[in-house]
């Protein structure tokens, strides 16, 4: 499903974040990337939807060489991988609706077919109520939920998420970490860097730790392993 073949990543200032990466996650899997701050997460986590590229190596994400993808490929490899963003990332101009449906690229959808599709994930995240609202008007918790929304609308085969309850509490922390969950149990590969170590150590889910770089531990059933 995502497999990664010695990658490097060097960006244009020369600093080297990913020193032969080589990674295999399977359709399924919910995975943790832990590792300290400036480890090469963030990075580890972009290459996979194409937001940086590799200086050197292979990547292959749901089928998609990501490497050799052409421009107008782009989106329609992103349809397949939902992205979930420690800062949200809504259009504050839209609503909460508008956010989800504009995600939904499908071509020649109808409206009715758009407003069933967003119904459901807001159903699916406990906001139904709230399709009206702009995000300015919604809690970090309830904003984060439109952000997962938004990234299930496409129905991927997989969710990457960098540090998604960065910026949330415990209990909405949890209420985040449930929802991949359920979309982990019907088959959606789910990929999240965390700092969070109560959320890594209470699920003993496979997790990759990234020091320097480089891949340092990949566990089943792991446990975060840092003091910070
Ligand atoms: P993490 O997510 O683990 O904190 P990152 O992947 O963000 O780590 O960063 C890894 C290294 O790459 C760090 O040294 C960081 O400063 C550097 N880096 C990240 N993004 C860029 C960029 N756009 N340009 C230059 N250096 C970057």
């Known amino acids: 499903m995502i497999e990664m073949q010695d990658v490097w990543k060097e960006y244009g200032n020369g600093v080297a974040a990913l020193s032969g990466i080589s990674v295999q996650i399977k359709q399924g899997d919910f995975v943790f990337v832990v590792g300290p701050s400036g480890a090469g997460k963030s990075t580890f986590i972009k290459l996979m939807y194409r937001e940086e590229r590799p200086t050197k190596g292979h990547i292959f994400v749901g089928g998609f060489n990501i490497e050799k993808l052409r421009e107008r490929q782009i989106p329609i490899m992103r349809r397949h991988i939902g992205a979930v963003f420690q800062d949200y990332k809504l259009l504050p101009k839209l609503t909460v609706a508008e956010n989800i449906a504009f995600a939904l690229e499908v071509i020649e959808a109808s409206r009715r077919m758009i407003n069933r599709r967003v119904a459901e994930v807001l159903e699916l995240v406990g906001l139904s109520d709230?399709?009206?609202m702009f995000p300015r008007?919604?809690?970090?918790?309830e904003q984060q939920r439109i952000g997962v929304a938004r990234a299930l609308v496409n129905k991927p085969s997989v969710i990457i998420a960098d540090e998604p309850t960065g910026n949330l509490d415990p209990e909405n922390s949890w209420a985040?970490?449930?929802l991949f969950e359920r979309v982990n149990d019907q088959g959606t590969t789910i990929v999240m860097a965390t700092?969070?170590?109560e959320l890594v150590n209470a699920c003993k889910k496979r997790v990759i730790a990234i020091e320097n770089g480089q891949i340092v531990r990949d566990q089943e059933r792991g446990e975060y392993g840092y003091e910070d």
């Open 130 to 132: 709230k399709g009206k």
């Open 137 to 141: 008007e919604l809690s970090g918790g």
């Open 176 to 178: 985040i970490l449930k």
């Open 195 to 197: 700092h969070n170590r």
